[in-house]
Structures are given as C-alpha cells and as structure tokens.
C-alpha cells in the first residue's frame, strides 16, 4: 500500500540477501517476502519503522546518528561473520540490527537533555555511564528487555542468554567489530583479529580487509537508506 516504506523494507532485504549464496536482488515485496519468509520480513517490517522513527526526527543528535549507524554496521558485520561461520545469515542479520535498540530509543528520549543527566555528563561519564547511574539500566538491558517484550527476535533474545550456537557466535562478533570500528582504534581491531578471526582461518591483513568491505557495504547501506528518507520528507512536504 506504502510504495515509499515498501522501497525501504526492499532494500534492507536485498542487503540481509546479500551473501554468496543469494547475489539476485529483489524488485517487489512479495520476491522479498517468499525469499526471507514472513516472519522475516516482519522483523524487517519493524526495524525499518524504528528506524524511520528516529531518522526522520527533525533534529537528529551526533549521538542518535551514531547509534543508527552502529545499528546498520552491526548488523552487516553480523551478516558477513554468519557467511564464515555457516549460520543462518537472514536471523543474524535482524538481530544484529537490533543489537543496538536500547541506545538507539535512549538518545530518542528526553532523557539527555534532562539537567540530571547533563550535569553527569559534565562530570564525566559517558551518556551510557549517565543513563545507567540515574536508572540502574544499561542500554543492553533496554534492549534485552524490549527484545522479550515486543517478541522482536527469538535470536536476539538468545544472543543475551548463554547459548554459544554459530548464530549467537556471529552476532557476538559482528557487534564486537562494530563497536571497535565506530568507538575503537585500529589497535583494537588487530586484536580483534588475532584473537576472533585467526581462528577462523583469517591471516592480519585477510581479516582487516573483510572488515573493511563490511564497513563499505554500511556505508553504501546508510547512504542509500538517508537518501530514500530525504526523499520521503521532501515529497511529504
């Protein structure tokens, strides 16, 4: 009915589709549909209206863009390390996009701009060491939380638990990358790749450069994801 949010949910699709074992890309929702599945596409369905939600908020904080980016980088990061692991890429995909929903709600809230958590902020912490200070939650707790009670994913609620399945291996994985790549070093990914990929049969510069592309495929995802929101808005108005 939405061909706008349809375009949108297409395109997230294609990118969950995008592994060696499905290069063709969706035209039409209903191609999507029978090729992730229902239940799929509906966890699709609602990142891409969390996401709209926060995205086309007239003003958007450097904190809320970066969390919305962590969100995407994870989940593609997530993707690729299912392709090497052998797991179930489309499930790893959306629960690694949904790895990051308590920050992401977080910096959507009012909550940071209350004086509270500007004075702790000005004290020193950091906006998850505010927030957890003032509520006793961290933002994987939202997050856990929201997973069980909205029945988001059935993966990401077992990445929280201790399940050590390749799926909940790769989501642990793309997140950690993730992290480093958007708040770390490049120390911190050599790291990375000495403890986590070299046993997957990853060299240095072999597990550098598959980061790498995984951070360029985000980009292009981000880029392409803005721009169709730009569009919307400029034919909304």
């Not at 692991?85 to 949904?98: F, N, R, S, T």
């Not at 707790?141 to 069980?148: G, N, R, S, V």
């Not at 009670?149 to 994985?173: C, F, I, M, P």
Request: aromatic share 6%.
């Amino acid at each position: 009915q939405d061909p706008v949010f349809s375009a949108k949910v297409i395109k997230v699709a294609n990118s969950v589709a995008n592994n060696r074992r499905m290069r063709s890309e969706t035209n039409t929702l209903v191609q999507s549909v029978v090729r992730l599945g229902v239940n799929n596409i509906r966890a699709i369905c609602i990142s891409v209206c969390l996401m709209d939600a926060f995205i086309t908020k007239e003003k958007m904080s450097g904190d809320l863009k970066k969390a919305i980016k962590l969100s995407f980088l994870s989940a593609v990061q997530s993707r690729r390390m299912s392709e090497v692991l052998g797991g179930k890429d489309i499930e790893v995909y959306i629960a690694g996009m949904l790895q990051n929903l308590g920050e992401v709600l977080f910096w959507c809230s009012d909550v940071p701009k209350s004086e509270e958590f500007i004075k702790l902020m000005n004290s020193g912490f950091d906006g998850e060491g505010a927030f957890k200070e003032l509520s006793d939650y961290s933002f994987d707790d939202m997050t856990e939380e929201l997973a069980d009670e909205w029945q988001l994913s059935r993966l990401l609620k077992e990445s929280y638990g201790t399940s050590l399945s390749n799926d909940t291996k790769a989501v642990h994985l793309g997140r950690k990358i993730a992290r480093a790549v958007t708040t770390g070093t490049i120390e911190e990914l050599k790291k990375i790749n000495e403890r986590e990929l070299s046993g997957l049969g990853f060299g240095l510069v072999d597990g550098m450069q598959y980061i790498k592309v995984g951070n360029l495929e985000t980009d292009q995802l981000v880029s392409s994801y803005m721009t169709k929101i730009k569009k919307s808005k400029s034919l909304a108005a």
